[in-house]
DNA sequence: ATGGTTTTTACTGCGTC
DNA sequence: GACGCGGTAAAAACCAT
């Protein structure tokens, strides 16, 4: 297909001539005068043509789906086909042989591919287990390779390196997911986790932000079942109390606990400590003693007590109303 | 390894249903 | 008696040195 370049303001260095022409299908500029090749290699972004049913497209397409991390050959290697329509290409006196070589082609896989695509498939359950969002996932992924390459993975089990770096970078994602909930899915011990979370950070030089209570606000609301007005409400809690000194150095996780427990009862949400200690994973000692210095440094002790003695006394008349 | 800090464990008291 | 809340002391876990 030649055409020629249009306003590309592309000039032949050898005689100057404007009239460049392009060959899209070798993917090559031409000067039309001396027929120097200007550059070649080039990639045509155009779409090719246009299918109109699933059969114009299976003969035209000439490529497949965008290049991603989550396969663990970037989503472009070549299996021996596997459906059955393909089966039946296949004449029936070859079919052995057809089996033969698709069986080998699974032995040639190196332990490396084979490793890194049982760690995505766990990856994969994880993620969705806790809804990563699909940009993470990629980072994850590449990490898990560039750790594979560097020999970290030996010696440790495929779920907690995997498990490591979605506890790192879902932090880094302003995100973080809690240490027991990556446990939970990935069926890693904490101790485990802990252990190759932190042997993996540091060969991986991942810097780790130290946590901010406010990121761990949403994704704590949400295991809550909270209302997003408590949420909001509990963020701006911690903007307003950032600069104090009750809470330094205290566990970000067990703040966001205590502040979400503060916000849901100033707006009159149902909610017992006892539940927020359980789905955040914090005791409830530590949710009362964050609560108490919340408040005091807010110097909102008067209004929680009023709210709290307000919500007990709207379910006693919701009890009343009930037995009646 | 150690000491200081925070969190957890375990237990108790109080009030309400 | 069960439940939710508040408190305490000692044990355990964590962190920087």
Same mark, same amino acid.
């Given at each position: 297909? @030649?055409?020629?370049?249009?306003?590309?303001?592309?000039? +032949? $260095?050898?005689c100057?001539?404007?009239?460049?022409?392009?060959?899209?299908?070798?993917?090559?500029?031409? +000067?039309?005068? +001396? *027929?120097?090749? @200007?550059?070649?290699?080039?990639?045509?972004?155009?779409?090719?043509? !246009?299918? =109109?049913?699933?059969?114009?497209?299976?003969?035209?397409?000439?490529?497949g789906? $965008? &290049?991603?991390?989550?396969?663990?050959?970037?989503?472009?290697?070549? /299996?021996?086909?596997?459906?059955?329509?393909e089966?039946?290409? %296949?004449?029936?006196?070859?079919?052995?042989?057809y =089996?033969?070589?698709k069986?080998?082609?699974?032995?040639?896989?190196?332990?490396?591919?084979?490793?890194? *695509?049982?760690?995505?498939s766990?990856?994969?359950?994880?993620?969705?287990? &806790?809804?990563l969002?699909?940009?993470?996932?990629?980072?994850?992924?590449?990490?898990?390779e560039?750790? @594979?390459?560097? *020999?970290?993975?030996?010696g440790r089990?495929?779920?907690?390196?995997?498990?490591?770096?979605?506890?790192?970078?879902s932090?880094?994602?302003?995100?973080?997911? &809690?240490?027991?909930e990556?446990c939970?899915?990935?069926?890693?011990?904490?101790?485990?986790?802990g252990?190759?979370? !932190?042997? %993996?950070?540091?060969?991986?030089?991942?810097?780790?932000? $130290?946590?901010?209570?406010?990121?761990?606000?949403?994704? +704590?609301?949400?295991?809550?079942?909270?209302?997003?007005?408590?949420?909001?409400?509990?963020?701006?809690?911690?903007?307003? #109390?950032?600069?104090? /000194?009750?809470?330094?150095?205290?566990?970000?996780?067990?703040?966001?606990?205590?502040?979400l427990?503060?916000?849901?009862?100033?707006?009159? /949400?149902? #909610?017992?400590?006892?539940?927020?200690?359980?789905?955040?994973?914090?005791?409830?000692?530590?949710?009362?003693? !964050?609560c108490?210095?919340?408040?005091?440094?807010?110097?909102?002790?008067?209004?929680?007590?009023?709210?709290?003695?307000?919500?007990?006394?709207?379910?006693k008349?919701?009890?009343?109303?009930?037995?009646?």
């Amino acid at each position: 297909m @030649l055409k020629k370049g249009k306003k590309s303001g592309l000039s +032949c $260095p050898e005689c100057g001539s404007n009239e460049i022409l392009s060959d899209s299908s070798k993917g090559e500029n031409i +000067c039309s005068k +001396c *027929g120097l090749i @200007l550059n070649d290699g080039m990639i045509d972004t155009q779409q090719d043509w !246009r299918a =109109f049913d699933s059969e114009e497209l299976e003969k035209t397409a000439r490529t497949g789906a $965008p &290049l991603t991390r989550m396969r663990h050959d970037k989503g472009i290697g070549t /299996e021996i086909g596997k459906s059955k329509a393909e089966l039946f290409k %296949v004449s029936a006196g070859k079919r052995g042989q057809y =089996f033969r070589i698709k069986n080998w082609q699974k032995r040639l896989v190196s332990s490396k591919d084979r490793n890194y *695509g049982y760690a995505l498939s766990e990856l994969e359950r994880i993620s969705s287990a &806790l809804s990563l969002p699909s940009n993470l996932q990629e980072e994850i992924g590449a990490m898990y390779e560039k750790a @594979l390459e560097e *020999g970290l993975v030996k010696g440790r089990s495929i779920e907690a390196v995997i498990g490591s770096l979605v506890y790192a970078l879902s932090r880094e994602y302003k995100s973080p997911r &809690l240490m027991s909930e990556i446990c939970e899915v990935s069926g890693v011990d904490k101790r485990d986790l802990g252990r190759t979370y !932190r042997y %993996v950070a540091r060969k991986l030089n991942l810097r780790v932000i $130290p946590a901010k209570a406010i990121d761990y606000v949403p994704r +704590c609301a949400t295991l809550l079942k909270l209302s997003d007005k408590s949420q909001v409400r509990a963020k701006q809690y911690l903007t307003q #109390i950032k600069s104090e /000194e009750e809470v330094s150095g205290k566990g970000p996780i067990g703040l966001a606990a205590a502040t979400l427990y503060i916000a849901a009862i100033m707006n009159g /949400e149902e #909610i017992s400590q006892r539940k927020i200690a359980e789905a955040i994973g914090v005791t409830e000692v530590t949710i009362r003693n !964050r609560c108490k210095d919340i408040a005091k440094s807010l110097g909102i002790e008067d209004s929680v007590d009023k709210k709290m003695k307000e919500i007990e006394a709207l379910q006693k008349n919701r009890l009343d109303e009930e037995s009646l």
